[in-house]
C-alpha cells in the first residue's frame, strides 16, 4: 500500500466510524464563513475578537487533518490551543481595556528573544534594534514606562480566566487532558506504553488509545468551535447566525450522545 493509499483508507475509516460528525462538517464550515464576515472593525478589542476566533476555526481544520488519518494524539495539543484562543477571545470581550496588555505582551516577548539572542548565541543587536522594542513597549503602557516583564500577559493564569469567562467547568477537558501529550512528559511516554506477557513495553500507542485521542479531541474541539460562533454573535450581533449556531448544536447532541465534556469522558 502507497501513502496515499494509506491516508485514502484512513479517511474512509474516519467517515465510517464518526459519520454523524462528519456529516455535520458543512454545517459548521457554513457558519464560520457567515461568522468571519464582519463589514469594519473599529476597535482593538474586536480585531483580537475576530483574529483570536479565526485561529480557533483555523486549530479545528488542523485537528480535523490529524484525527482523519487517527493522530488523536497529535491533535490534543491543538485542542489545547484552541480553548487558550476561545478564553482570551472571551477575556477580552469582558474586559475590553485588557487588549493593550495583550498587544503589548507581543513587545514583551520579542525583548526576551532579543536578550536570549545575545546571551546564548552571541548575536549582537544594534541600538536602534533594541529602542524600537522598547519604545513599544513604552508606548502600551499605561504610565509611559517600561513595564515589568511577565510570563503571561495578564495577572490572571489560562484557568482563572477560564473561570471569570464562564468556562470554568471545561478546564480539565480542554486543557488539563490534552497538556497529557503536549509535553514531552513522563505522563506522556506512560500512555504510550503497552502490556505484554504480563510486563509493560516501551513504546507506541495502542490502537484503543489511539482511537480513545481520536473521539477526545474531535468531541472537545466540536464543543469549542461552536462556542466560538456564539462568541462571535455575541460579540458582533450577526443575526443570521443564530439559526446557524442552532443547527450546529442540534448536529453536536446527535454525534455527541453520552459524553460529558466536563470531563472528558463517555
Not at 131 to 152: E, F, N, T
Not at 215 to 244: C, D, M, W, Y
Request: proline share 3%; glycine share 4%; net charge neutral.
Amino acid at each position: 500500500m502507497n501513502d496515499l493509499e494509506y491516508l485514502s483508507k484512513n479517511l474512509a475509516e474516519f467517515k465510517q466510524r464518526y459519520t454523524k460528525f462528519a456529516a455535520s462538517v458543512s454545517a459548521l464550515t457554513d457558519a464560520f464563513s457567515n461568522a468571519f464576515n464582519v463589514p469594519v472593525i473599529t476597535s482593538h478589542p474586536d480585531y483580537l475578537v475576530l483574529g483570536l476566533s479565526r485561529l480557533c476555526s483555523d486549530r479545528f481544520e488542523d485537528i480535523l487533518i490529524l484525527c482523519s488519518q487517527r493522530r488523536g494524539e497529535g491533535a490534543m495539543p491543538l485542542v489545547r490551543a484552541m480553548f487558550e484562543g476561545l478564553v482570551n477571545a472571551s477575556y477580552i470581550r469582558a474586559h475590553p481595556e485588557k487588549a493593550e496588555d495583550f498587544i503589548r505582551y507581543l513587545f514583551v516577548f520579542v525583548k526576551r528573544v532579543q536578550t536570549q539572542a545575545e546571551r546564548l548565541n552571541g548575536k549582537i543587536l544594534s541600538a536602534e534594534q533594541k529602542k524600537i522594542v522598547d519604545d513599544a513597549l513604552a508606548s502600551y503602557s499605561a504610565s509611559g514606562q517600561r513595564p515589568r516583564r511577565k510570563h503571561d500577559w495578564t495577572d490572571l493564569n489560562l484557568v482563572d480566566r477560564a473561570k471569570d469567562v464562564g468556562f470554568a467547568e471545561y478546564v480539565v477537558a480542554a486543557y488539563y487532558r490534552p497538556t497529557e501529550t503536549a509535553h514531552p512528559s513522563m505522563l506522556h511516554l506512560y500512555s504510550l506504553s503497552k502490556k505484554a506477557n504480563g510486563k509493560q513495553l516501551m513504546f507506541g500507542a495502542s490502537e484503543e488509545f489511539a482511537n480513545q485521542k481520536v473521539g477526545e479531541a474531535l468531541r472537545i474541539s466540536h464543543f469549542l468551535a461552536i462556542e466560538v460562533l456564539v462568541l462571535l454573535h455575541k460579540t458582533f450581533g450577526n443575526e443570521q447566525l443564530k439559526p446557524l449556531i442552532a443547527r450546529c448544536l442540534r448536529d453536536y447532541s446527535e454525534s455527541w450522545a453520552g459524553f460529558d465534556l466536563a470531563d472528558g469522558q463517555t
